[in-house]
């Protein structure tokens, strides 16, 4: 199942090269979230966990943006059953949202 949502992007990191004769090549995107109370205590605040999406390449879309960081961005997400009781969100789609607000401005 497939959603989108509003996200707070705080840093994009791109990863390239070869490990054993192994090529790889990703971007990551530190996307902002609640912290969630648990058995051990209460918990205020948000912090960031990363997402992958694409090859390195995505970071050039995102290059330009290093200033206007942390940043809003529409996000689509892939939401699947994982191990046991959990669930797994993909980043499938990623893009900025307040460039396109602030050239109506």
Known sequence: ???QTEVVV???KESEGTIEGRAY???TFHCEVDLS?????????RATR?????????????????????????ATFEMA???????KLKLVDIKPVE???SKAA
Do not use: C
């Open 10 to 12: 705080h840093g994009v």
């Open 81 to 87: 059953a994982g191990a046991q009781d959990a669930t």
């Open 50 to 74: 990363p997402f992958k999406l694409g090859d390195a390449r995505e970071y050039d879309k995102w290059a330009h943006l290093g200033a206007s960081l942390p940043i809003k961005a529409m």
């Open 25 to 27: 090549s990703s971007t």
């Open 1 to 3: 199942m497939k959603f």
């Open 99 to 101: 460039r396109a607000a």
């Open 37 to 45: 109370e648990n058995s051990a205590g209460r918990s205020i605040g």
